[in-house]
């Protein structure tokens, strides 16, 4: 079904087009304007997939990838390269150079939970970087996929960018076929399915996959503002966001006041049911499996669920174990568990007994519990005295470790995922030292 477009785009790329940079902005420069000109449509779109604010929209997906856009147009040019590197003392004389050229024919597939974001960020790091491009964006948020087809497939021509409609069929006939890289968002799961896709063709992937990120509140927190800022992360986009705090691990010895404060951050964000700002679970799917992790006896807070809005409220459940349901996978919704430690190192073994996380926060006001916590835990990124925030900072890597993934993107490092580090060195022809030519006779020897 698709391999018309993948052949027509490895042709499109063999004519070298899309190395030229004057190319590459234009086409960023279209972009952007398509996004502006539709910006209505996106807002429209998402709120009908699963009730996601205008407010929200904005700050966390049109202007993430409008950004990104500015920051790619400015900065092209010193990344695109090449740079000069050194030249080791054998080689001299010699300059030694880094090209930056761009791997081919791309695909990426993104997730729901973000949808303009997750599929259309690292479509303009691919673009940016030089390559043609397919989106499969998750078919699981309906009219923003359609939307992104439609707009993208009228304004580009299919042989460097496309969006691909479809689920599961689709992705795989897509993933049959050679890629020269494949960027993919979404579960564990399916991530290992797209890796193992990829080998058949020894293609290069970056999986940013999810897991389940802790945020360790000691006694020495700021409890006001780690309340507020764990709340904001957590309820945002109804907790369906990849990096939101999956758990609390709080020191049991101020668990109780802690819990006051999540609670009045609760109730000062207003969350209610018919609150505008609050995000709405995507599907019955999801919410059946949201709520079957509520076990109404440990429920701290929240619990009221609405099927036919899909509305959960903002939850919180304490005297968890890690035997809980809640506790088997990660959550992805608006049910905050709440998990208790009597010393400090007890909470960083708890996290080092699951899987490497997305990210993992801590909320201290003790250096040595911020020194242990980057020294002893793995982690994709995170924050100490936030969360979620560090993926905002384009200075940094965006990506998971181990089980929440392989590879990173975001500013600089986005360009580099979809590029080749092309090492060349040119030598002079002149000074050769004779040396490392055979015979290696005796005189040669005793150097
Ligand atoms: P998912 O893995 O179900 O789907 C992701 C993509 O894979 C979709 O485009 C989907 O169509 C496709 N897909 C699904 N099943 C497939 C199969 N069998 N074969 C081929 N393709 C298939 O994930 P999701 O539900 O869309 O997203 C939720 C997960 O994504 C969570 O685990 C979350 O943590 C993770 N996530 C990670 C990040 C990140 O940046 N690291 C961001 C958002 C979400």
């Known amino acids: 079904m698709f391999e018309q477009i993948i052949i027509k785009q490895r042709e499109f790329f063999r004519t070298h087009k899309t190395k030229d940079l004057g190319f590459r902005k234009h086409k960023l420069e279209q972009l952007k304007k398509l996004i502006q000109k539709n910006e209505e449509l996106l807002y429209e779109a998402i709120a009908k997939d699963f009730g996601k604010s205008r407010f929200d929209t904005y700050t966390t997906e049109v202007s993430f990838v409008l950004k990104d856009i500015d920051f790619y147009l400015k900065n092209l040019k010193r ?4 740079r000069n590197a ?6 001299q004389i010699a300059t030694s150079r880094i090209y930056s050229e761009p791997l081919g024919n791309v695909l990426v597939i993104g997730a729901w939970n973000y949808p303009y974001q997750l599929s259309l960020s ?9 390559n043609t491009c397919i989106v499969k964006p998750s078919e699981i948020a309906a009219n923003t996929m359609s939307l992104m087809a439609r707009l993208i497939n009228e304004e580009f021509a299919e042989d460097y960018l496309y ?3 479809g689920g599961v069929e689709e992705t795989t006939e897509i993933l049959s076929h050679k890629f020269d890289k494949i960027f993919f968002t979404g579960s564990t799961r399916v991530g290992k399915i797209v890796y193992e896709a990829a080998a058949k063709h020894l293609t290069p992937v970056t999986l940013e996959l999810g897991g389940k990120s802790p945020a360790i509140v000691t006694a020495s927190a700021d409890f006001d503002i780690a309340a507020k800022r764990i709340v904001w992360g957590k309820f945002l986009n109804a907790g369906q966001t990849c990096v939101a705090p999956d758990y609390i691990l709080v020191d049991e010895k101020v668990k109780d006041k802690f819990l006051e404060y999540l609670r009045n951050y609760i109730t000062q964000f207003e969350y209610g049911p018919h609150a505008e700002h609050y995000t709405r679970i995507i599907n019955l799917r999801n919410f059946e499996r949201l709520t079957a992790m509520i076990d109404a ?5 929240g619990g ?11 939850t919180i459940l304490t005297s968890v174990n890690w035997n809980d349901k809640v506790m088997q996978e990660e959550i992805f919704g608006p049910i905050l568990p709440v998990l208790t430690y009597q010393y400090y190192r007890e909470a960083i073994n708890m996290v080092l007994e699951q899987e490497k996380p997305l990210a993992a926060y801590l909320f201290t006001n003790e250096k040595d519990e911020k020194e242990l916590f980057t020294s002893l835990l793995s982690f994709g990124g995170g924050c100490i005295n936030d969360v979620i925030m560090h993926l905002s900072n384009d200075n940094l890597p965006f990506g998971g470790v181990g089980n929440s993934g392989m590879g990173n993107y975001h500013g600089k490092y986005g360009f580099d995922t979809f590029s080749h580090q092309k090492a060349v060195m040119g030598r002079v022809t002149w000074g050769e030292p004779n040396l490392k030519y055979p015979p290696y006779t005796e005189d040669k020897l005793k150097w």
């Open 297 to 301: 006896e440990k429920i701290y807070h």
């Open 163 to 165: 969006v691909a409609e």
């Open 86 to 91: 050194g030249t080791n003392l054998v080689n």
């Open 122 to 130: 690292p479509m303009v790091a691919a673009l940016a970087a030089g």
């Open 304 to 314: 009221k669920t609405n099927a036919e809005d899909l509305y959960i409220e903002p």
């Open 79 to 82: 990344f695109a390269g090449p």
